[in-house]
């Protein structure tokens, strides 16, 4: 049984285009996040959830936005894709209790590579 | 703010040979570290973490890591590479905001030679 999974695994569209990339896990954990990892594999936070409330949200364009339905969902939504957003998204989880959550283990989903055209 | 410093973007050893990827800290309160692995067209998984306990932590496939805090270090280290430790690893460091703030070093890409 998949911890985190993402959909989908792969993304082509063009300039402009509104897409957005789903995460699940079913780990019971209350923190979820949203990393970008570019090119020269340099991995940077977007955002974090933890029990649907947002409390990362790093210096990212507003064209992207975040959902938390559940605990266990976090989405991507990305408006008027640009070029520079190409890239491999990874969402990640983690058990996020206030008490522990500095040492808290991340677990990634498999990503899902964004290539804009 | 936390940092993470990760000495060296490729590594290259031979089978066999002992596996050293440097890592270095800023932190200006005690720090909590990590490392984690990316296995081509995959996601990180956690390798080994210290939180303050044993300053030598053990992790998964023979990895293991010593906290130095004089030398702002947490260097990795296998005794033996495998062909099966090629892969990307990435050093992080919790940062001390809300706790759920992990910043990662650039990768080191480690390279196996047969």
């Known amino acids: 049984d998949t911890a985190v999974s993402q959909t989908p695994k792969y993304l082509v569209t063009q300039m402009g285009n509104d897409k957005s990339i789903k995460c699940e896990q079913n780990?019971?954990?209350?923190?979820m996040y949203w990393y970008k990892q570019d090119s020269k594999k340099f991995l940077k936070i977007m955002f974090s959830?933890?029990?649907?409330?947002?409390?990362i949200n790093e210096t990212v364009p507003n064209r992207f936005s975040p959902k938390s339905p559940d605990k266990a969902h976090l989405n991507l939504h990305i408006n008027s894709l640009e070029l520079g957003d190409s890239a491999v998204y990874f969402c990640?989880?983690?058990?996020?209790?206030?008490?522990?959550?500095?040492?808290?283990?991340?677990?990634f989903g498999p990503g899902t590579r964004l290539t804009v055209l | 703010a936390q940092s993470v410093t990760q000495l060296g973007s490729h590594v290259s050893v031979s089978e066999g040979a002992l596996v050293l990827l440097r890592c270095n800290y800023s932190?200006?309160?005690?720090?909590?570290l990590f490392w984690y692995v990316q296995y081509p067209n995959q996601g990180l998984q956690l390798l080994l973490k210290?939180?303050?306990?044993?300053?030598l932590v053990k992790g998964i496939n023979g990895f293991e890591a010593e906290f130095k805090k004089s030398e702002t270090s947490f260097h990795l280290t296998k005794p033996s590479a495998h062909m099966s430790d090629a892969a990307e690893y990435f050093c992080?460091?919790?940062?001390?905001?809300?706790?759920?703030?992990?910043?990662f070093g650039a990768g080191t890409r480690l390279f196996v030679k047969a």
């Open positions: 990640a989880s983690s058990q996020g209790a206030l008490a522990g959550a500095r040492t808290d283990t991340q677990y």
């Open positions: 780990l019971g954990h209350d923190t």
């Open positions: 959830y933890n029990n649907k409330e947002l409390i």
């Open positions: 932190s200006s309160v005690p720090p909590y």
């Open positions: 210290y939180t303050s306990a044993a300053t």
């Open positions: 992080a460091v919790s940062d001390r905001g809300g706790g759920f703030k992990t910043i």
